[in-house]
């Protein structure tokens, strides 16, 4: 078989070159200890990036968002967030297990924003006792069960003025937040300026292997440095991953804007084949989301033929489909899945 197209997630990515020359070259010290310089300058650096202050760096995606919810909230304590959220549909209900956080949803809108009177609707008053408190809104960018829908700065500054009426704080799942930034051609502190905290994911479009950074106010950052000890991701000698994490920041972003010509050539193709149902013009940046409009073919057979032609997407519940295109995939690699679709679906 030719080479596989792997379209499950970004998160298949595999370091550059680069990255395992940094890696293998990378200056350690004891990280809990605050002593390996380039875990230091990895921080440094993606602070600078989003803006704030402080950064520190964690393992995953699931990790960042769950100490920036604990440092947030108090057991007992409410985050609204989107029934869509990543931190609601997959991080194994870990702010409410592991944090007694009260997840709140609002319905997500197609574009991956939640309605602010929706959210305005949700918050509890808190001189009730038989509420919970309100703490924190949840915000995702992109986001990605909308699609790799992208917020805009003028979103954000929307939401910032309703946390600031009832004194609430706002979090950013990140974990994409550069595809963002490069659809928008805006500085990726642009969309992060109105959030207290932040996560964003190395390890995804960025191509590094591991990692992920939570960025806020030195003492927002302080507490998050203190959860992450707390779940078991102090991680000694760190360096050897946040050197590949460096590479990623300092040479990965403006690629990003590849997979996002990609997945509109992806969209395009797959638009136009019988039985698929999708609208290109709504994909913004290397997520694409479709359905599959056919009685005789169920998700999980389509699935199972395209991987043995080669080509792997996800099969995300219902009739519906998801392809993130990442660096590693071309215009080539993009049409030869197109073509495998296409036997599939005269088959
Ligand atoms: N998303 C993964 C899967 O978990 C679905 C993917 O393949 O897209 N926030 C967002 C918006 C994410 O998409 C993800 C990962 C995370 C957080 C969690 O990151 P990790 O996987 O590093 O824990």
Known sequence: MDRIVDLRSD???????????????????????????????????????????????????????????????????????????????????SSAAVGGIHPRTVPNQPDGTLDLGDVEAAIRDPNNPHYPRTRLICLENTHNRCGGAVLTPAYMAQARAVADGYGLAIHLDGARIFNAAVALGVDASALTRDADSVSFCLSKGLSAPVGSLVCGSAEFVRQARRQRKMLGGGMRQAGVLAAAGIVALETMVERLAEDHTNARRLAEGLARLPGIDLDPARVQTNIVIFALER????????????????????????????AVTHYGLDAADIDRALEAFQVALAG
């Not at 393992?59 to 985050?79: F, K, Q």
């Not at 169920?298 to 519906?320: C, E, N, S």
């Open 295 to 322: 009685d005789d073919l169920t998700p999980r057979q389509l699935v199972a033929d395209l991987a043995a032609r080669g080509v792997k997407v996800g099969a995300i519940g219902g009739q519906r489909f998801r």
């Open 11 to 93: 998160t298949v990515t595999l370091p550059t070159p680069a990255m395992r020359q940094a890696m293998f070259e990378a200056d350690l010290g004891d990280d809990v200890m605050g002593e390996d310089p380039t875990v230091n300058r990895l921080e440094a650096l993606a602070a600078q990036r989003l803006g704030k202050e402080a950064a520190v760096f964690v393992p995953s995606g699931t990790m960042a968002n769950l100490a920036c919810l604990l440092s947030h909230c108090a057991r007992g304590d409410e985050a609204i967030m989107g029934d869509l959220a990543h931190t609601f549909l997959f991080e194994a209900g």
